[in-house]
């Protein structure tokens, strides 16, 4: 007579070294050895919860394709195999095809029983998940209106402190120091994403989940192939993730209904009469933390869009034939710099125009030599809002009305949830009617940045310079080389001009015009 076959399946939803499988993994064992069955396959699954699709599971899909050459499938109970009955079903009628049995090593499914209990216990099974999800949610909603962290690394700037059912937020004075130089030279400064990235790598300064494992003591994480680990970097969609989240203001953070978690699309959370709920001390000031979001969603570009470059004149240099962009073409040769500005219109066969080619850094050279000299005295400005401004109040509360109504569309209507959510948006429209009465009364100004333009330019790289000289409205037009001309640098090939700062052109246009006409005449 034939030895009866089995395979063996074991699942577990977290993988703690107390809950190891090998026990329940023996028990089969021996079940089967008493039954006289040959143990021909085992399979295991670890992280996988038991609501999952069967062929969401690599053990699984080993023990399907296993199912026509066993009797039996054997696992230590029955919830190893599913916690869901609509996937227990599933394998019922997988097994039943294949003329298999499933049973479990605690004797609670045996041969003899098996088609009569298995059904009852897997509904069971199925009530006591959701029972465990459902006390999950509300602990998280509990916890997440009183502003204590739910679990995982505390945003960056952050560390987590407190006990068990009361943790919250305080500051990481290391990294909210990068938090706040990062956002200072972002805004006040110039820079850009990318270049704060590279600076900070060049610093070694690591990225946020390595820093939160080398400040709690922890070792830094391995590569998955074995190899070296090569030395963890920033990136500019990191630091733009660091600085755009609203936890920089101290506010507890979730997800947006409908959406995956994201520092682009997280959202405060709210209590009763919709303000932020805090979770911990703010880094920035709300005043800052606006400006730096501003100044990313700027930067959020499309496809087709111009990019920025290390090219001091790039998107202010010109061409005089067809008004187009003049790019830098590099070229060193031998050590020496012959990089050029380059008109593509007038390049190749198929050119619109002809040659335009001037050399790059005499023309570097020439128009941050006349910048300076006409604007390098003038103090530096920047714009900023109202102290106190309720038109940055009304903004976050603007910000707070879309995220609430959008979550309305995603609820069951006249729910309880949809009723919360109703009433916190009545308690923000009210807010904002208040707040649009007090931005009738708020009036933002152009202040001294501290320092002149020279001494800015001086701090300032390649990328903020670039930045000066766009917001004083430098143009640089460049004429191609006369025909017959020596070919060498000629300064009359390059005309500059100014439509001035931010700060005269903000001003009413005639006040603005007559100003620089008197600025144009002090500087000739």
């Known amino acids: 007579m034939k030895q009866p076959t089995c395979v063996i399946y074991d699942r577990l939803s977290r993988l703690f070294a107390e809950e190891a499988p090998d026990h329940r993994i023996a028990a089969c064992k021996a079940y089967a050895e008493q039954r006289g069955w040959k143990v021909v396959h085992i399979a295991t699954d670890t992280n996988v919860s038991g609501a999952s699709k069967l062929e969401d599971r690599e053990g699984m899909r080993e023990v399907l394709s296993w199912l026509p050459r066993a009797d039996y499938v054997l696992a230590a109970k029955l919830d190893r195999f599913a916690r869901s009955v609509l996937e227990f079903s599933r394998l019922l009628a997988a097994a039943k095809a294949t003329r298999a049995t499933v049973v479990t090593a605690d004797g609670v499914v045996s041969p003899e029983n098996a088609s009569i209990i298995v059904n009852v216990l897997a509904a069971f099974a199925e009530y006591e998940h959701g029972m465990i999800t459902e006390r999950i949610a509300a602990s998280k909603v509990h916890f997440r209106q009183r502003g204590n962290h739910l679990g995982g690394l505390a945003p960056y700037g952050y560390a987590v402190t407190g006990p068990l059912n009361n943790k919250r937020w305080e500051i990481d004075e290391f990294a909210a120091a990068i938090v706040r130089d ?187 030599a006349e910048y300076l000299r006409k604007f390098g005295s003038f103090a530096l400005m920047r714009w900023q809002d109202a102290d106190g401004s309720a038109v940055l109040q009304l903004a976050e509360v603007n910000g707070q009305l879309d995220n609430l109504t959008g979550n309305l569309a995603n609820l069951p209507a006249g729910g309880r949830a949809a009723q919360r959510v109703t009433a916190q948006l009545t308690a923000l429209e009210a807010r904002a009617t208040t707040l649009e009465a007090e931005t009738q009364h708020a009036v933002g100004r152009w202040v001294d940045a501290g320092g002149s333009v020279a001494e800015e330019w001086q701090h300032r790289t390649v990328e903020g310079r670039r930045a000066l000289l766009a917001d004083l409205g430098t143009r640089v037009v460049v004429h191609p080389l006369t025909p017959g001309a020596p070919r060498r640098f000629d300064s009359q090939r390059a005309t500059t001009t100014y439509e001035g700062p931010a700060w005269w052109r903000d001003q009413n246009p005639a006040d603005a015009h007559l100003a620089a006409i008197e600025i144009e005449e002090e500087l000739s």
């Not at 067809?322 to 380059?342: E, L």
């Open 182 to 368: 990062c956002a200072d030279r972002l805004t006040n400064h110039g820079a850009s994403l990318t270049g704060l990235a590279h600076e900070l790598n060049e610093r070694g300064v690591l990225p946020p989940a390595e820093h939160a494992r080398q400040r709690d003591g922890r070792k830094l994480a391995p590569r998955r192939d074995g190899k070296e680990r090569q030395s963890p970097r920033w990136h500019s969609t990191t630091l733009r993730d660091v600085l755009y989240t609203p936890a920089l203001r101290g506010w507890a953070i979730q997800a947006t209904p409908g959406t995956r978690r994201s520092a682009l699309t997280n959202q405060p959370v709210l209590d009763a009469e919709g303000n932020p709920v805090s979770a911990g001390p703010a880094i920035l000031s709300a005043e800052t933390w606006s400006a730096v979001r501003a100044i990313i969603d700027g930067k959020q570009v499309g496809r087709g869009a111009p990019r920025n470059g290390t090219a001091l004149l790039l998107h202010i240099a010109r061409c005089a034939e067809c008004d187009g962009p003049m790019y830098r073409q590099r070229r060193t040769v031998r050590g020496k710099d012959f990089s050029t500005y380059v008109c593509r219109n007038g390049v190749g066969q198929r050119g619109t125009h002809r040659p335009n080619v001037i050399t790059a850094h005499y023309l570097e050279e020439l128009v941050s």
